[in-house]
T-cell receptor, first 112, second 108 residues
Framework: EAQVTQNPRYLITVTGKKLTVTCSQNMNHEYMSWYRQDPGLGLRQIYYSMNVEVTDKGDVPEGYKVSRKEKRNFPLILESPSPNQTSLYFC???????????FGPGTRLTVL | QKEVEQNSGPLSVPEGAIASLNCTYSDRGSQSFFWYRQYSGKSPELIMSIYSNGDKEDGRFTAQLNKASQYVSLLIRDSQPSDSATYLCAGGGNKLVFGAGTILRVKS
């Protein structure tokens, strides 16, 4: 089954404790993105990647890191999480810029 | 900053009516436009994509694009209670920008 998977689905952590949210797709997509979704603000792009080793900042990259060492994986790293990073996070992938973007199931992160 | 604007709603329509959702975008370089539906607590799912001026129809859904006015719309005919959701408009190219979404409520 073609899908984007994210782990963990739910995470409660404390300020400053490094964490990684994994994202993997099995559709051989070139493009992958991370978004955060907050009430009233919609989906805001954190980082995106157009291919292996090619990443670029989205609209809200501060406090986040990404890497794209393999085509299928695009982990999101929070080196020192803060409460304002409490949000619902989505990973997404697509073949090209004009193509359908498929979303993962989401990761609900709470930083205390 | 590139922006996509939507009326947050809620937009309430009776069952069987036409729901009209609208979106404007600021980046004239945007090449692709998408409408996604998102149920509460779920991930967005694609409804329609549109790339050129005019209308595109798919079942009960029609997307309209007017690049001169930087305007995208989605019409839902014969609205059903199951259409009640948040509808997200997105536009761009390599980078996709999403609007904040319009809440649609279809009353039976």
């Amino acid at each position: 089954e073609a899908q984007v998977t994210q782990n963990p689905r739910y995470l409660i952590t404390v300020t400053g404790k490094k964490l990684t949210v994994t994202c993997s797709q099995n559709m051989n997509h070139e493009y992958m993105s991370w978004y955060r979704q907050d009430p009233g603000l919609g989906l805001r792009q954190i980082y995106y990647s157009m291919n292996v080793e090619v990443t670029d900042k989205g609209d809200v990259p501060e406090g986040y890191k990404v890497s794209r060492k393999e085509k299928r994986n695009f982990p999101l790293i929070l080196e020192s999480p803060s409460p304002n990073q409490t949000s619902l996070y989505f990973c997404a992938s697509r073949t090209g810029w004009a193509d359908t973007q498929y979303f993962g199931p989401g990761t609900r992160l709470t930083v205390l | 900053q590139k922006e996509v604007e939507q009326n947050s709603g809620p937009l309430s329509v009776p069952e069987g009516a036409i729901a009209s959702l609208n979106c404007t975008y600021s980046d004239r370089g945007s090449q692709s436009f998408f409408w996604y539906r998102q149920y509460s607590g779920k991930s967005p799912e694609l409804i329609m994509s549109i790339y050129s001026n005019g209308d595109k129809e798919d079942g009960r859904f029609t997307a309209q694009l007017n690049k001169a006015s930087q305007y995208v719309s989605l019409l839902i005919r014969d609205s059903q209670p199951s259409d009640s959701a948040t509808y997200l408009c997105a536009g761009g190219g390599n980078k996709l920008v999403f609007g904040a979404g319009t809440i649609l409520r279809v009353k039976s």
